[in-house]
């Protein structure tokens, strides 16, 4: 996610980027952090969630200013007010459920973890519909991040099935990542393949394929 914090930076744009989908991604972090300390995962997977969920707001708080014209001190407190609501409610969460849960009152939590697992999978199909309005071409998002973020998911993965009892939930949703992404990267591919003698022609042309396209429509 700072690579993609970064580029968005240096482009000074998030086109591509759906902001939706970057605060969904840091909801869903909310009750999974508190399932992850409530079930006690390892030390690394519980900071995961809290890590992660700063790096989306920082990149959602770039779509306000790049994309939808925020002041930079406008987007900057949104987003820390935003942040430190998250942070409340998690606790609110831990110290609310983490007694019951330990003297048998499981669906509480359990109710957590489904809900952190269809929120991280509703966040992946918006890179879908942004392919979709580009003819299947992947745009904003770079494979250096998809690999990082690929990683971090398959390691937490491992992570999970080297604990005593594997976590059921907490390998849904990283499972669900894993897949998501897979399909991201199968797209561009086919996009590649697909579209190779029009980018061959307007590498010829001296052209960017975008150019080359509009030129030959025009």
């Known amino acids: 996610m700072w690579a ?11 086109e591509g980027v759906p ?4 605060f969904l991604w840091a909801v869903c972090m909310v009750p999974f952090g508190a399932y992850a300390i409530i079930q006690n995962f390892t030390v690394a997977i519980q900071v995961q969630p809290q890590l992660f969920c700063c790096l989306c707001l920082i990149c959602w708080g770039q779509t306000l200013y790049y994309h939808n014209k925020y002041k930079p001190w406008q987007a900057a407190i ?3 007010a935003v942040a430190a609501s998250f942070a409340g409610l998690e606790i609110v969460f831990v110290l609310t459920l983490q007694v019951p849960y330990s003297r048998g009152l499981i669906w509480p939590v359990i109710l957590l973890g489904v809900t952190a697992a269809f929120l991280l999978a509703v966040g992946l199909i918006f890179p879908y519909i942004e392919m979709w309005k580009h003819d299947g071409r992947v745009v904003g998002l770079s494979f250096r991040f998809l690999a990082i973020d690929f990683a971090g ?12 009892s594997f ?7 990283y ?11 199968s797209c561009q591919l086919f996009w590649l393949w697909r579209t190779r003698e029009a980018r061959r022609a307007a590498k010829e042309c001296g052209k960017d394929y975008d150019e080359y396209v509009n030129s030959t429509e025009a």
Do not use: C, P
């Open 4 to 14: 993609r914090i970064w580029k968005n930076y240096r482009r000074k744009s998030t």
């Open 19 to 22: 902001g939706l989908m970057l």
């Open 78 to 80: 949104v987003s820390i």
């Open 153 to 164: 998911a398959f390691f937490s993965l491992m992570a999970l099935a080297a604990q005593n």
């Open 167 to 173: 976590d059921v939930l907490g390998g849904i949703s």
């Open 175 to 185: 499972l669900s990542v894993l897949i998501l992404e897979v399909g991201i990267v």
